[in-house]
T-cell receptor, first 116, second 111 residues
Framework: DAGVIQSPRHEVTEMGQEVTLRCKPI?????LFWYRQTMMRGLELLIY????????DSGMPEDRFSAKMPNASFSTLKIQPSEPRDSAVYFC??????????????FGPGTRLLVL | DQQVKQNSPSLSVQEGRISILNCDYT??????FLWYKKYPAEGPTFLIS?????DKNEDGRFTVFLNKSAKHLSLHIVPSQPGDSAVYFC??????????FGTGTSLTVIP
């Protein structure tokens, strides 16, 4: 079975450009999470969706960040405009939750973003 | 503020010896804890979990210990193997809500 799929795997862009990261969760999973990994803060949760509905976006650092989940099999994380401090690895994860969100999450391979 | 802390960014262990990775947390409401393992250029993968109703959970060479009074979690790997070299993240959640991750500990097992 395919795991969580993320694209692109690497992205290099210039400051001020729009960046769109994409995620396809595992089929049948109903929760989707976007994380950012940095050396200083480890894995930070940016936003999560349950049944395609954004539940908590308090981790989104600024208005420059936005995320959508138009259907159960696709989500995007957009940064507009991008800044050098956004450089990090962005992970998407999914899980099946029947109640709370304490179930194991399955991570994609990540998108390594470099903003010059 | 980090609710889950891994104070050792790196650890080196000889093959065959025990690896002990530590994790501290501040939120007493956390009731479910996990360890994830991450290889370079890959996403984290689930390794082992423990509920707050237990103080130990074992799976093969991996054992997680939970000390609720100290708000401390540890992962023991015995015996350590070179393939265990990776970054290990601990994570915690409260009442089925979102997970909070630590900053990770990079383990190197020396052959």
């Amino acid at each position: 079975d395919a795991g969580v799929i993320q694209s692109p795997r690497h992205e290099v862009t210039e400051m001020g450009q729009e960046v769109t990261l994409r995620c396809k969760p595992i089929s049948g999973h109903n929760s989707l999470f976007w994380y950012r990994q940095t050396m200083m803060r480890g894995l930070e949760l940016l936003i999560y969706f349950n049944n395609n509905v954004p539940i908590d976006d308090s981790g989104m650092p600024e208005d420059r960040f936005s995320a959508k989940m138009p259907n159960a099999s696709f989500s995007t994380l957009k940064i507009q405009p991008s800044e050098p401090r956004d450089s990090a690895v962005y992970f998407c994860a999914s899980s099946y939750t029947s109640g709370g969100l304490g179930e194991t999450q399955y991570f994609g391979p990540g998108t390594r973003l470099l903003v010059l | 503020d980090q609710q889950v802390k891994q104070n050792s960014p790196s650890l080196s262990v000889q093959e065959g010896r025990i690896s002990i990775l530590n994790c501290d947390y501040t939120n007493s409401m956390f009731d479910y804890f996990l360890w994830y393992k991450k290889y370079p250029a890959e996403g984290p993968t689930f390794l082992i979990s423990i509920s707050s109703i237990k103080d130990k959970n074992e799976d093969g060479r991996f054992t997680v210990f939970l000390n609720k009074s100290a708000k401390h979690l540890s992962l023991h790997i015995v015996p350590s193997q070179p393939g265990d070299s990776a970054v290990y993240f601990c994570a915690a959640s409260a009442l089925g809500n979102q997970f909070y991750f630590g900053t990770g500990t990079s383990l190197t097992v020396i052959p």
